[in-house]
Nanobody
Framework: QVQLVESGGGLVQPGGSLRLSCVAS????????MGWYRQAPGKQRELVAT???????NFADSVKGRFTISRDNAKNTVYLQMNSLKSEDTAVYYC??????????????WGQGTQVTVSS
């Protein structure tokens, strides 16, 4: 089993910055993709950014140029640096880990979520 624990959410003014962290514990494959998704009230959960074991990243168009994603494989930790935050970035942010072990079915894990509120 895998557990994901997020931290770093909070209240920030428009134009401000926040850094989210997510630590994975348990049995972690060397082949995995870690990422962040978000869900605003009344909306579906959407991808924010992902990064794979080789540090190749992918971003939603809405956050390109403002958010960066990074990881520390030794610590099984993924970070989301959010700059130039806008009110529309307000959501619960969820950490996600997808991994495979050989020919086994892919595994998909979620954190409990951390609230990010952008408001003056």
């Amino acid at each position: 089993q895998v557990q994901l624990v997020e931290s770093g959410g909070g209240l920030v003014q428009p134009g401000g910055s926040l850094r989210l962290s997510c630590v994975a514990s348990g049995v972690i494959s060397s082949l995995n993709v870690m990422g962040w998704y978000r869900q605003a009230p009344g909306k579906q959960r959407e991808l924010v950014a992902t990064i794979n074991s080789a540090a190749s990243s992918n971003f939603a168009d809405s956050v390109k140029g403002r958010f960066t994603i990074s990881r520390d494989n030794a610590k099984n930790t993924v970070y989301l640096q959010m700059n130039s935050l806008k009110s529309e970035d307000t959501a619960v942010y969820y950490c996600n880990l997808k991994q495979t072990f050989g020919l086994m079915a892919p595994q998909d894990y979620w954190g409990q979520g951390t609230q990010v509120t952008v408001s003056s």
